[in-house]
């Protein structure tokens, strides 16, 4: 059964009690005259709810008119005693089949087979009696209430539908072309569930909001992960679900964003989506597959530059003239859904105008959190550019990268760089060197600098041998840090970047795609991706080459190791004849170097004395034996 377009349907919530009346009197002098034993020469009145009723469940007139005949009941105490009347007996004051047989004409025995509409749509209930043709007849109390133009929603639903309460919002023009794309499809007549594909929910909200406005829909939502998975237990849901859907223009909702973790609940999605003829809306990060149903899935991608530019002046209002050149850093920057513009703007009302850039930049950096803290590690940067020793060249080129960050905005907005290509627009960095060099440390003056979050995804972690779940995982982390333009340091490179695999088995290609794959996100990204090596000569160059930098950590030198010395302490830190040219002579990294101070300071510390060389010797004592070296007499040569 297809459900009609309701824009061309008679609202069925026009009803009132009243206009249901006439009917109901109707029955009444029918039951009169049958005790009477007085010929019936009325007609049954015009009842448009019952009309519309026997249309869309595909009524017989006797069953139109037993559904009729429980309505009067519920409605006309009346009828409840000529019920009794009839049968003789007072306690028999219900409707039966046996009083419907006598009642009306083209009467079917076969009205309460369970094939047939009254029970197939659970229009009727029957209560449990030795005979069948005795037993009492009742009225599903929703169809009463559509019956008498009542608005209300089938309690039995509730425990998983729920009216959807987003705000509504005035969706960008990108946004309305979906929504009219799907509006013109499902009025030609092709009622196909759709699927949207965006990690933005609330975008996916606002246009299924808009969609039901323009078709006269009533959104109801579920989250597949509360569905039954049982057929016995999901089929009855479904028959509801879509009676509902018949009765009320209701169209559902159902939150997938979650259902990659559960194959039971996508099996169960796609039983309840087989020949369902209600429109539903499937809202999901990434496409999912349901069996043999036909999806009509559409790609809802982040606004373009343009319309986050238009909806940030539109809901800054006269505030956006007083950011003075400060909104354009903003929107090239992050990359952010209508709701969350409309909120950015609306918590800096009342702002100073001093602040107003400020406070702007870090809200929108806080909006990208809760979606990424669960995929990565956030990391403090307290690092700054006087912490980082690093030949003058390796300064030189984390420099670039600085400046192409952060203008971006003149170069790919102002200039018109953004409109040749949609690759290549982000900023991506192979950071390599031993352990302890300085690579995170780079990181983290650089995430400083932007004024932007830092993230650290450990590779070797997020790469799985199980084909197609690598992919997965990046996609994730990609996608949830795309809206805050955090900037993303993968570790340990060398677990996906090894030599190109020779392709033998799908295995080896699946490696190679999902090198590739992150390539191309990395390239896309609207912010800063750097990814780390120990290991810089084991990568394959035909993917090292698609890195627009590649910055060199070189082991230290004694000269650059005592440079190290001398900024690695704190100026608060109280500090006793430290000799920094002999500390250079110790042959460790960065990493190390601020281990040993710290374990010197705590050593210092319990002493109650100054940090001095005896503290770090034996600070360095306790380090050699954590990474398993032998410590020389000529490294620590006259430190105590």
Not at 280 to 300: A, M, N, Y
Request: glycine share 4%; with cysteine; net charge negative.
């Amino acid at each position: 059964m297809q459900l009609p377009v309701p824009s061309v349907l008679p609202n069925p919530d026009s009803a009132t009690p009243t206009a249901f009346y006439p009917a109901v009197a109707w029955i009444r002098d029918r039951l009169t005259c049958h005790l009477d034993a007085l010929p019936i020469t009325t007609e049954a009145p015009d009842c448009p709810p019952l009309t519309q009723l026997r249309r869309r469940f595909g009524l017989s007139d006797f069953e139109a008119n037993v559904i009729l005949l429980c309505a009067a009941m519920e409605l006309d105490p009346h009828c409840l005693t000529l019920c009794g009347q009839i049968a003789g007996n007072p306690e028999q004051a219900y409707p039966t089949l046996a009083l419907a047989l006598q009642l009306f004409p083209n009467a079917a025995w076969d009205i309460l087979a369970p094939q047939r509409p009254p029970l197939h749509w659970q229009l009727l209930k029957i209560d449990a009696q030795p005979t069948l043709t005795q037993a009492r007849l009742r009225l599903d109390p929703r169809i009463l209430c559509y019956l008498l133009g009542v608005p209300a929603f089938d309690m039995e639903l509730t425990p998983w539908m729920h009216p959807l309460t987003a705000e509504t919002l005035q969706l960008p023009p990108s946004h309305v072309a979906i929504a009219t794309q799907i509006e013109q499809t499902w009025r030609a007549g092709r009622l196909a569930p759709v699927q949207l594909c965006s990690s933005d929910y609330k975008a996916q909200q606002a246009i299924t909001k808009q969609l039901a406005q323009a078709l006269g829909f009533e959104v109801y939502t579920v989250t597949a992960q509360t569905l039954p998975t049982q057929p016995q237990e999901l089929y009855p849901l479904k028959q509801r679900w879509l009676r509902e859907a018949l009765l009320s223009r209701a169209l559902l909702l159902i939150n997938c964003h979650d259902l990659a973790t559960s194959p039971a609940h996508q099996h169960a999605i796609a039983y309840f989506l087989q020949t369902l003829q209600a429109p539903v809306i499937l809202c999901s990060s990434t496409q999912h597959h349901f069996g043999e149903q036909t999806v009509l899935t559409l790609d809802l991608p982040s606004l373009p530059h343009q319309e986050q530019q238009q909806l940030w002046t539109q809901y800054l209002g006269a505030r956006a003239a007083e950011l003075n050149g400060h909104l354009a850093p903003i929107v090239t920057q992050f990359n952010l859904g209508s709701h969350t513009i409309q909120a950015a703007c609306a918590s800096v009302q009342a702002t100073p105008i001093e602040e107003l850039p400020n406070q702007l930049w870090q809200y929108c950096r806080m909006q990208a959190r809760p979606a990424i803290e669960h995929l990565a590690q956030r990391i403090d940067c307290t690092a700054t550019w006087e912490d980082l020793i690093l030949p003058p060249r390796e300064k030189e080129i984390l420099g670039a990268i600085a400046d192409q960050v952060k203008q971006r905005s003149e170069v790919y907005q102002t200039w018109g760089f953004a409109g040749k290509s949609s690759r290549g627009l982000g900023v991506s960095a192979l950071f390599a060197g031993p352990s302890g060099t300085g690579k995170t440390m780079a990181a983290e003056v650089l995430a400083r600098e932007f004024q932007l979050d830092l993230y650290r995804i450990d590779l070797s972690a997020v790469s799985s041998k199980y084909i197609g779940e690598t992919e997965k995982n990046l996609r994730q982390i990609f996608d949830a840090a795309e809206s805050g333009g955090a900037v993303l340091l993968f570790d340990e490179a060398d677990a996906l970047f090894g030599k190109r695999t020779q392709v033998k088995d799908s295995h080896d290609r699946h490696a190679n795609l999902e090198v590739s794959y992150l390539l191309q996100r990395m390239e896309a990204y609207q912010g800063l991706a750097i990814l780390t090596t120990n290991l810089k000569d084991s990568l394959d160059q035909a993917f090292v080459r698609r890195l627009r930098f590649i910055v060199n950590f070189p082991y230290p030198n004694a000269e650059i190791r005592s440079q190290i010395w001398s900024r690695v302490f704190p100026a608060q830190a109280p500090i006793n004849g430290l000799d920094f040219e002999l500390l250079g002579q110790l042959d460790v990294a960065g990493g190390n170097i601020r281990a040993i101070a710290l374990n010197a300071a705590f050593f210092a510390a319990s002493a109650g004395e100054s940090i001095q060389m005896k503290h770090l010797l034996k600070a360095t004592q306790t380090e050699y034996a954590k990474i398993g070296r032998v410590l020389t007499s000529r490294e620590i040569q006259d430190w105590v």
